[in-house]
């Protein structure tokens, strides 16, 4: 039995654990131990993350020849690490005050389901991440898929039952793609084996290569939500239950990337892929996922700020965010791969504290909606703090954890000679900003409505995980390089030359960084700032908000003196007619299409559970790719492949 | 009969500043608030057409150090130009408690003194001084821009003499000009500032800052308490 | 049509109206006299047929003798180049109480704004007027200022103090012999 | 041992220089404008009286303790970003940071004054904020990307490698002439001068950001534009004039930098917000790009 | 105000809230104020706010001489406070059928046109100035100040001339005024280009001033709009010479007029009537040496000068459009009635309140500007 067994089985254990004891109230205690346990199991392999050798779970499965089995890289142990971190803070969140509400609301057993998703969430990840060939893989991501969408299900609210039902539709789609990639895959390499196939794609040409990293890529790319498909994500992910927005925010959609690194970069390798030049254009493969990548920060971020509900305004920043990572791996430097994949990590810390902000926020006032927030800091002021340090993380501003992988992304894009890309890196960056201020601003700044006199900070439960985020967001941003020691390891395990880099940064000989000094000189200039404040003016009188500038005129307390919607009014004048909803326009079409089959099988079912309808609509749609798939196939070796698949369907 | 003269300010009073350097640098402050006078971007009536003049290419108040400010929160020198209507007094008055002292108040034209020529006109105020302390009176109809110019020397000089102590006499007497607020407005009248809370915040007060009318004015007031940063679980 | 035309056109016009009383001071100045209830049909006709789009003022007088007031409509017309004076008058009450009339908003647009005038300085309640309400006198609560039994001196003197203004200056003037030779209160004419 | 007390003479002198130099700059941007509206203007120690003024107030408002901490991070942040500005002799921690360290520095003071402002609960102050901001995303991309084509150029995003390199080769503004051109422009933009001025617009929102900021708090502003004046003039300087090899060629520069702006400002009417995007992301943005196809 | 005002209430969940445009802003003009909601950067609604400068001037007029009026009158609109004296003196002399001698009445024009000058120089600079840019102000205010010397030379007071009476103007010209006046045309001249390179046809303001605030020409009539605001929108009217009063029928000039109706089309209308006057001016500087006789009819002892019973409405074209003053005398030493009709009573209120709706935050100010707006007429 080696570590990973232990952790493999201690999760599904105590899944089943979980689901037994959800009606009870200590499954709320069981979760963080649960947790904590498996964080400790990590921590025992920590090794890999400084560049030990990978750990083999001793369990495998031998499905029509081909060996399944599972094993924790550094690039696995750095995800995984992540994971089960956020779904300790996120326990934690969920278990005290949180969860009294919640069951109030709900009922006991909602909230046993909620834990029961999320604990499902962690395991199916794990599996995911610990796959070693794509059998495997595929086994885990759907495992992720369904899980994720179990707990996407558990609102019962329309918007939430219409997003996830979206969510799933998508999610079968990817499921498809990469099922397809994979039985070709086969069929050009004889083999599953992420070994194997790194030999074998040596022999292959360079359409085969295309099509599959195109197949690969939009699997993949659907649960990341890259351009163009991005529009699942956010409403999905904002209507699951605070916490589990937290965790699904924080890690949920990064799998795809981890898939994306593990098939992309590690077995077909950049260079390989950087050389499929696409015809008539000065562009190649790499290219173009880079600027799917540079994309994918741009529209999202821009669709973020016209959002008027916190919770939206966060998940389409993580869209949005995601496209920073995959910009960076597809850098192919060891600079900018370090950035996209310490961003992973960075952007779990603050997301998983920006919706635990607003879950709070929602808490407390019940709302998220900007149009009824306003002037909360004086009533949550910690919650504030935790919001601001999260968004300077996300606005990528020193001394916080995001400006480091950001830092290094604009770093490898210079030296890498590419303007283009910096530049929409740069405006996703300024596009963040802009919307990180419309959030703290229209939710805890500006007038304090009367509904709101009396509200109380967060409880401690939910306050101590987000302010153990905070410090983790400041002290690897002011420390960089303890995160950078994982990425290092997690580099050379795909195969990238991993960054030169110490503690407060990277060096580098025109022009490096040194969080330590940077941060250090911040903090000497607000000490100044400080001193010049505090000491050099005299004493100043807190006053009430009626005592305000009007023109002269007497406020009132029937005056809304709160500019909050339009917030960018003077912008959209601008840029307003350049949202197109071209791709919702796509959307709507696939999505009547679908709707018109769920009809036509519920006719044949009589089912009211959509559930089950989609299952249904999903199956049939499978078993009709699969079968045209066959068609042309028929000479002789796809035949037995298709069989091996059906065979290791997880269902 | 409100007699307008010097008013008795007691200049002592909330001089324990609360910055240490300052009580060093006493008399460097003095000059510099002399040297640099914000006016308040506010025209209450027609005096107000001599200003432009003064602070334009002609005559320049720039090179004295005069320049004009849009809020009251960034502005010292709050100008009444001429007549001051009952409407546009409690505009005034809202104004100049939303000043940041030392603030000044300059009345000009004969209006703000007495009445002027509109002595007969059911809706201005006729003596300004009783609703707020005024530092510096420039009579005339309208006074010329350089009359308007001298004004503000004069106030200078004041400053930097240490006299221009006026503005603590509103919170020494809030009393006094609470009562003629009241005697015109109705005894319900409040300010969303907080006078009595600022005096005593800042060591101003005196035994005449309270009163009879302050009492009328704690048995009505809605009180307006800051909200206060607070941790509550 | 060219003035001529239009004049005489005005001049049939108002010959149709009953109780009307026209008198052409000069080339450009019409004034006529149409009792209260005909005056909505004279705005409308000279608005509509003669070409006085212009209202240029509704003028106010108070007649407490007669217990009237008299509202004077100044017209204007672009094409006619005249100006055209309808007086009219209706009673008058007492300043506690409102006098009515009708407005004439729908025919003139500028009406509201004067008929808001008159209401708060008169105490002249426009019907169907669309701004019946306080506007330049919003924190006045006294009586309709404007009506002649209003004495505002009087209001003046019980509300307001003086600023006595007596000086060195003016003492030795006065000790000499000089000084203002009339004090305001004997030169109240 | 050496070195850390010349690093703490650099942390302490670095912000005072600035500070001066912007005091200067300050009354520079007063008298020209005196000087194009044909008047004397303010006499040689205004701005000087104008901050001591301001920090000696008697009483000033706070609205909160966001109020209080936004004005120290303006400060704070312009504090530290001067210390990212090597100037003759000194070179702080540029090192340590270079120009995209810089670039995010000195967004800090913006962030932290927008928090300030907010809490301020008025809505003039809001919709500044909010039109800064834009401002901010206007002239912040031919901005990044000027100095995207000036790293690419020099090899290296340390404004200490740069200087140096020009003063081994040439200006930067004779080997890039369009970026140099492009950066002007943003330049106009980052200081906030007409036609770029639409977040202050007095006539509009009564002064945006600083309508609720009295005393110090009003104070902290005024030190603030003393260190953007200086913190725009060092950077162009840095970027495309060779920096400074001695104090005298180096104020010299800066100053002739930052007086263009000024000169410029006083004849313009401002743009709308969504007019001045447009300008920013039309031409600086071409000429930038144009530039940088030359860089590359 | 009243407690009750700051009893917390719900505020309703709309997305709309409140902006105060004045009384203490730099976005109005004088002492008033001008209430928004907005919904973003829209205007969903605008309310104007007046009586802020209320002295209850028809009132005081009723206590007083007919002639001690005239000390009042002119602090109706003190940027152009000449009209005002002249349409109160023309009613008085149309009740009691006086006729103001021929040079009179030149000199009044003289003062009524080097006024418009004035009053328009101050508006460039204030209508700039909410754009943004203050150059303009300093320059219109400088230039300003010469004429205001010119009036104070004339009259005795800068702002406040209470040159003319009844009857005609207070004195002669006193000598060499006419070549100072003259050489003060030719500096205005000389400084047309400056105006136009700085502000009329700036770009950057050309762009800001162009298609905001539009008003077409049904709408202006049906709103009352008069003057150059009117002009802007194409209509050529003006009472100088539609109405003609004093000597407008013998002075050649032209009625300059623009189409567009915006905000640009109107300050245009402006600077292209700063010269007309201009024009009539240097005809007055060359015909008023020929014009011999008396400046003013006699009148009564002024202190016990009861006018004869009667009533009048007389209008004058001032620089903000049509100002009228409507007297009633009933034969006594006092006026009766004064109704004054302010040029800017339509401007300021109803045409403002309706033109703001649907514009944008950045353009109210100068939409106020422009129609050039003077709330003390709208007081009184």
Redesign the interface.
């Given at each position: 039995m080696s570590v990973l067994d232990d952790l493999l089985l201690f999760t599904a254990l105590a899944s089943v654990a979980i689901i037994v004891v959800r009606r009870f109230a200590s499954v709320s205690k069981l979760s963080v131990i649960v947790y904590a346990l498996a964080t400790v199991l990590l921590v025992k392999m920590s090794a890999l993350g400084y560049g030990g050798e990978p750990i083999y779970s001793s369990f495998t499965l031998n499905v029509l020849g081909q060996n399944l089995y599972w094993r924790f890289d550094s690039l696995s142990w750095f995800f995984a690490l992540i994971t089960v971190v956020i779904a300790l803070f996120t326990s934690v969140f969920m278990s005290g005050a949180w969860a009294e509400k919640y069951c109030q609301e709900h009922s006991t057993e909602a909230y046993g389901l909620l834990q029961a998703a999320l604990v499902l969430n962690v395991l199916s990840m794990l599996v995911l991440l610990a796959s070693g060939d794509l059998l495997s893989l595929f086994i885990g991501w759907e495992l992720v898929s369904w899980a994720s969408f179990m707990m996407m299900f558990l609102n019962q609210d329309k918007v939430a039952r219409k997003a996830a039902i979206k969510y799933i539709v998508y999610a079968m789609a990817a499921a498809m793609s990469i099922l397809m990639a994979i039985a070709m895959t086969y069929s050009m390499t004889g083999s599953l084996d992420y070994v194997q196939i790194m030999q074998a794609v040596a022999h292959l040409s360079n359409t085969q290569i295309a099509l599959l990293v195109t197949l690969y890529g939009v699997g993949f790319g659907i649960k990341m939500g890259v351009i163009p498909f991005h529009l699942w994500q956010a409403a999905a992910y904002a209507e699951t239950p605070g916490p589990g927005a937290v965790f699904m925010g924080a890690i949920s959609a990064r799998m795809g990337l981890y898939a994306l690194i593990v098939i992309v970069v590690q077995i077909f390798s950049l260079t390989r892929v950087a050389a499929i030049e696409i015809p008539y254009t000065f562009l190649n493969m790499q290219n173009i996922l880079a600027w799917v990548g540079a994309l994918t920060t741009i529209i999202p971020t821009y669709i973020a700020l016209k959002q008027n509900d916190a919770r939206y305004l966060l998940a389409w920043h993580g869209v949005g965010q995601g496209g920073y990572m995959l910009l960076g791996v597809m850098i192919a430097d060891s600079i900018g791969t370090a950035g996209g994949i310490m961003h992973v990590f960075n952007y779990a810390t603050y997301q998983a504290a920006l919706f635990m902000a607003v879950t709070a926020v929602m808490f407390r006032t019940g709302t998220s909606n900007f149009?009824?927030l306003g002037g909360l800091v004086t009533q949550m002021p910690l919650t504030f703090m935790v919001m601001v340090v999260s968004i300077i993380g996300l606005a990528g501003i020193p001394p916080m954890n995001g400006f480091v992988s950001k830092w290094l992304v604009y770093r490898a894009l210079l030296l890498d000679g590419e303007p283009l890309l910096f530049v929409a890196a740069v405006i996703g960056t300024l596009g963040t900003i802009l919307s990180v201020y419309k959030l703290v601003h229209n939710t805890f700044l500006g007038q304090l409505?009367?509904?709101h006199?009396d509200v109380k900070e967060a409880p401690l439960s939910m306050l101590l995980p987000m302010l153990g985020l905070v410090l983790i967001i400041f002290g690897t941003g002011v420390m960089p390089g303890v995160v950078l020691d994982w990425v290092a390891a997690a580099q050379n395990a795909v195969g990238i030359a991993p960054i030169t880099h110490n503690l407060g940064g990277i060096e580098l000989a025109q022009g490096g960084l040194d969080m330590i000094w940077v941060t250090g000189v911040m903090f000497y200039g607000f000490a100044v700032g400080a001193i010049v404040f505090y000491f050099l003016g005299g004493k100043s009188k807190h006053i009430h908000q009626?005592d305000n500038y009007?023109?002269?005129?007497?406020l009132?307390?029937?005056?809304?003196?709160?500019?909050?919607?339009?917030?960018y009014?003077?912008l959209?004048h601008l840029i307003g007619g350049w949202y197109k909803d071209f791709f919702k326009k796509l959307e709507q079409a696939l999505v009547s299409l679908v709707s018109f089959l769920s009809q036509l099988s519920e006719n044949f079912y009589r089912s009211a559970q959509p559930a089950v309808l989609v299952a249904a609509v999903a199956f049939i749609a499978l078993w009709f790719i699969m079968s045209s798939f066959s068609m042309p196939a028929d000479t002789g070796t796809v035949a037995p492949i298709t069989q091996g698949i059906q065979g290791g369907l997880p269902k | 009969m409100s007699k307008i003269g010097n008013i008795p300010v007691n200049a002592q009073a909330g001089k324990k500043r609360t910055n240490p350097l300052a009580g060093v640098f006493d008399e460097l402050v003095q000059f510099c608030q002399s040297r640099s006078m914000f006016m308040?971007?506010?025209?209450?009536?027609?005096g107000?057409?001599?200003l432009?003049?003064a602070?334009?290419?002609?005559f320049d108040m720039e090179r004295l150090g005069i320049q004009?400010m849009?809020?009251?929160r960034q502005a010292d020198i709050l100008l009444v130009t001429g007549?001051v209507?009952v409407?546009?007094l409690?505009?005034v008055i809202l104004?100049y408690e939303q000043m940041q002292s030392p603030k000044y108040v300059i009345g000009i034209c004969s209006c703000t003194v007495n009445g002027g020529?509109?002595w007969?006109?059911?809706?201005?105020a006729k003596v300004l001084n009783e609703y707020l302390p005024v530092d510096v009176y420039i009579a005339g109809?309208?006074p010329?821009p350089e009359a308007v110019i001298e004004g503000m020397r004069r106030l200078m000089r004041n400053i930097e003499e240490g006299k221009g102590h006026a503005w603590k006499d509103y919170f020494q007497r809030y009393d006094y000009y609470l009562g003629n607020q009241q005697h015109l407005f109705g005894d319900?009248?409040?300010?969303?500032t907080d006078i009595i809370g600022e005096a005593r915040h800042y060591g101003l007060e005196t035994e005449q800052t309270y009163g009879e009318h302050t009492r009328i004015l704690e048995q009505?007031?809605?009180p307006?308490e800051p909200h206060k940063m607070r941790i509550k679980f | 049509m060219n003035c001529e035309e239009i004049n005489l056109w005005l001049d049939t016009l108002l010959a149709e109206i009953e109780e009307i009383e026209v008198t052409r001071k000069s080339e450009?100045?019409v004034r006529v006299d149409v009792p209260a209830s005909s005056l909505p049909a004279l705005l409308e006709l000279l608005k509509g047929k003669a070409s006085y789009?212009?209202?240029?003022?509704i003028?106010?007088?108070?007649w407490p003798d007669d217990e009237e007031f008299e509202l004077?409509y100044?017209c204007?017309s672009?094409e006619a180049?005249s100006?055209l004076?309808a007086h009219t008058r209706i009673p008058r009450n007492s300043a506690q109480e409102f006098a009515h009339y009708v407005s004439v908003y729908d025919i003139?647009?500028?009406a509201?704004?004067?008929e808001r005038d008159i209401y708060e300085?008169y105490g002249i309640y426009f019907e169907s007027s669309p701004y019946m309400e306080k506007?330049?006198?919003?924190?006045w609560n006294g009586p309709p200022?404007?009506r002649k039994d209003?004495d505002?001196?009087q209001y003046v003197n019980d509300t307001f103090n003086w600023a006595d203004y007596h000086p060195q200056w003016l003492q030795e003037l006065e000790e000499d012999g000089g000084g203002i030779a009339v004090r305001p209160e004997d030169i109240r004419? | 041992m050496s070195t850390i007390t010349e690093l703490l003479t650099e942390l302490f002198l670095m912000p005072l220089i600035a500070f001066m130099v912007g005091l200067a700059m300050v009354l520079m941007l007063r008298k020209i404008?005196a000087r194009?509206?044909?008047?004397v203007g303010p006499p040689l120690l205004q701005p000087i009286f104008d901050i001591v003024k301001l920090y000696g107030k008697d009483t000033q408002v706070s609205h909160g303790l966001i109020h209080d901490i936004g004005l120290v991070m303006a400060v704070g942040g312009y504090v530290a970003a001067e210390i990212f500005l090597p100037v003759p002799g000194m070179d702080g921690i540029a090192d340590k940071g270079g120009i995209i360290t810089l670039s995010y520095v000195m967004m800090v003071p913006s962030l932290g004054l927008a928090l300030g402002v907010g809490q301020c609960a008025n809505?003039?102050g809001s919709?500044g904020i909010s039109r800064a901001l834009t401002a901010m995303l206007a002239y912040d991309i031919p901005f990044i990307i000027v100095v995207f084509g000036v790293a690419a150029h020099y090899q290296s995003t340390s404004l200490v490698g740069m200087i140096e390199y020009q003063q081994a080769h040439q200006w930067g503004i004779f080997e890039m002439p369009l970026l140099a051109a492009a950066g002007l422009f943003a330049l106009q933009g980052m200081m906030g001068k007409?036609?770029f001025?639409i977040y202050v617009?007095?006539?509009?929102?009564?002064t945006g950001p600083m309508v609720e900021m009295s005393g110090k708090y009003m104070g902290g502003l005024f030190v603030m534009q003393t260190f953007q004046l200086y913190t725009a003039g060092v950077l162009y300087t840095s970027l495309f004039l060779g920096g400074g090899s001695n104090w005298f060629e180096f104020l010299l520069k800066i100053f002739v930098v930052v007086a263009i702006p000024m000169s410029v400002a006083?004849?313009?009417?401002?743009?709308?917000?969504e007019?001045m995007v447009r300008i920013m992301w039309k031409w600086p943005v071409m000429a930038a790009l144009i530039g940088i196809a030359f860089v590359l | 105000?009243?407690?009750?005002?700051?009893?917390?209430?719900?505020?309703?969940?709309?997305?709309?809230?409140?902006?105060?445009?004045?009384?203490?802003?730099?976005?109005?003009e004088?002492?008033y104020?001008f209430?928004l909601k907005l919904?973003?950067?829209?205007v969903i609604s605008g309310k104007?706010?007046?009586?802020?400068?209320?002295?209850?001037f028809?009132?005081?007029m009723e206590?007083r001489?007919w002639i001690q009026n005239l000390?009042?009158v002119p602090?109706i609109c003190?940027?152009d406070p000449v009209p005002m004296e002249v349409v109160y003196s023309l009613t008085v002399e149309d009740i009691e059928k006086m006729e103001v001698p021929l040079r009179g009445q030149w000199i009044r024009v003289m003062q009524l046109e080097l006024s418009r000058i004035a009053s328009h120089l101050?508006t460039f600079?204030g209508h700039?100035?909410?754009?943004?840019?203050?150059?303009p102000?300093?320059?219109g205010?400088?230039d300003?100040?010469l004429a205001?010397d010119l009036f104070e030379e004339l009259t005795g007071g800068?702002?406040?001339h209470i040159y003319n009476i009844p009857g005609g103007v207070r004195r002669d010209i006193p000598n060499g005024f006419l070549d100072r006046l003259s050489d003060y045309l030719d500096y205005l001249e000389t400084r047309q280009n400056d105006y136009d390179n700085?502000l009329f046809t700036?770009q950057?303001?050309v762009?800001?001033a162009r298609n905001v605030g539009v008003i077409n020409q049904e709408q202006a009539?049906?709103?009352?709009v008069?003057g150059p605001n009117l002009r802007a929108t194409g209509?050529a009217?003006d009472v100088r010479r539609?109405?003609p009063y004093l000597i407008y029928n013998e002075l050649d000039f032209e009625i300059p007029t623009q189409t567009a109706g915006d905000c640009l089309a109107r300050i245009l209308v402006r600077r292209d009537e700063l010269f007309q006057s201009v024009r009539i001016l240097r005809q007055i500087i060359k015909h008023l040496p020929s014009v011999k006789g008396p400046v003013r009819a006699p009148i009564p002892n002024p202190l016990a000068w009861n006018v004869s019973m009667g009533?009048s409405?007389c209008?004058v074209e001032s620089s903000k459009g049509?100002l009228?003053y409507?007297t009633?005398s009933d034969g006594g030493?006092?006026p009766?009635?004064v109704?004054v009709?302010g040029a800017s009573?339509?401007h300021a209120?109803?045409v403002l309140e309706n033109m703001a709706v649907g514009q944008?935050?950045?353009d109210?100010?100068?939409i106020m500007f422009s129609l050039d707006a003077c709330p003390?007429e709208?007081?009184r």
């Open positions: 149009s009824k409505r009367l509904e006199q009626f009007a023109g002269g005129h007497f009132t307390s029937k005056v809304r003196y709160h500019y909050s919607n339009h917030f009014a003077g959209m | 308040l971007h506010y025209c209450t009536g027609c107000a057409i001599e432009p003049p602070m334009t290419s002609r004009p849009v809020t009251p007549y209507s409407k546009t409690k505009r104004t020529m509109y007969q006109s059911y809706a201005t109809c309208m010329r319900d009248w409040q300010t969303p009505h007031q809605q307006l | 450009r100045r789009v212009h209202l240029s003022a003028s106010c007088v108070d004077v100044h204007w672009y180049k100006l004076s003139y647009k500028p509201a704004f004067f300085m506007f330049i006198l919003t924190e200022p404007m209003f505002a001196e004419l | 404008g194009l509206q044909r008047r809505p003039n919709i007409q036609p001025e617009a007095p006539a509009e929102i009564a006083f004849v313009f009417p401002r743009y709308r917000t007019d | 105000m009243r407690p009750e005002n700051y009893q917390l209430v719900a505020l309703p969940n709309s997305d709309e809230y409140e902006l105060f445009i004045g009384p203490n802003h730099p976005g109005i004088g002492n104020a209430k919904d973003g950067d829209r104007a706010d007046a009586g802020y400068l209320h002295r209850g028809e009132k005081l206590g001489l000390a009042i602090r003190v940027p101050f600079g700039a100035a909410t754009t943004g840019m203050y150059t102000s300093y320059w205010v400088a300003r100040d205001l800068r702002v406040y700085l700036n950057v303001f762009k800001r009539l049906e709103w009352g008069t209509l009217f539609d109405d009533e409405y209008r049509e009228a409507y009633v030493p006092k009766y009635r109704h009709r009573s339509m209120v109803q944008r935050i950045e109210i100010a100068q003390p709208v007081d």
